[in-house]
């Protein structure tokens, strides 16, 4: 789950401050979740651009899975619009706007309405909250099955620091340092012997960008 926020609309009327004809392409997964990219939200987008004196040529939200999965079928299903429109915008997070860029056929203006924030679970009262960095070189196994690496503000491999008081992290006293909560859950599955164990220093190699990686066959 990819987490995004709205741009603020005079960020996205500047942005198309060129283009008169806009064809609006939303998600039905994650920006959907969020609030920012589904159905209600393109309407809204449509609505707000219309009264700035724009025309919205089309609208669509691809279904689940992933935008990014469902941006040539989207855009097949809509052909005449996109053909007719000089931008298109897209209420998705950054990955749905690539996929949108490198399917469009007609060379138009791609641009996004939303940023993108963090990849993230979300709990039950609907908070959402990161819990993976996409760090290439996985410690879950050592650490209870939580991420040392993106709970930890320091993200430290080899925790706690010293400014843990009372169960939390001394950067955010409202937060529960990541290496307490980690040695209660080895404590509680009796695997408290990897706590001992120290680990390497990160091989940042795996996270220069941009990655790439072959699907094997
Ligand atoms: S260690 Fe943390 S950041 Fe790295 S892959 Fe595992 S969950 Fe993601
Ligand atoms: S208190 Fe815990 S979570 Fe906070 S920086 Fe130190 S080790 Fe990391």
Redesign the pocket.
């Known amino acids: 789950m990819i987490v995004t926020e709205r741009k603020p609309l005079e960020e996205i009327l500047k942005s198309l401050e060129k283009h008169a004809k806009v064809f609006l392409i939303g998600c039905g997964e994650c920006s959907t979740t969020c609030k920012t990219g589904g159905e209600k939200e393109v309407l809204q987008m449509k609505e707000y651009l219309e009264s700035q004196g724009k025309k919205v040529t089309g609208w669509v939200v691809p279904n689940a899975p992933c935008i990014a999965a469902q941006t040539k079928t989207a855009f097949a299903q809509n052909m005449p619009a996109v053909k007719e429109s000089q931008a298109i915008l897209v209420l998705s997070c950054g990955l749905g706007v690539q996929s949108v860029k490198e399917n469009d056929r007609f060379g138009l203006t791609v641009l996004p309405a939303l940023n993108s924030m963090f990849g993230t679970l979300m709990d039950a009262r609907g908070n959402f909250y990161e819990v993976c960095s996409n760090c290439g070189e996985c410690v879950l196994d050592m650490t209870g099955c939580i991420c040392?690496i993106t709970?930890?503000?320091?993200g430290?491999l080899n925790?706690?620091?010293?400014?843990?008081i009372k169960g939390?992290?001394?950067?955010?006293r409202e937060?529960?340092?990541?290496?307490?909560l980690i040695y209660n859950e080895l404590e509680k599955k009796g695997e408290l012997d990897k706590i001992k164990a120290i680990s390497k220093p990160k091989d940042y190699s795996k996270t220069t960008k941009p990655q790439k990686a072959k699907v094997s066959q």
């Open positions: 040392p709970r930890c503000p320091k430290l925790g706690p620091c010293g400014g843990v939390k992290c001394e950067v955010d937060r529960d340092c990541a290496w307490v």
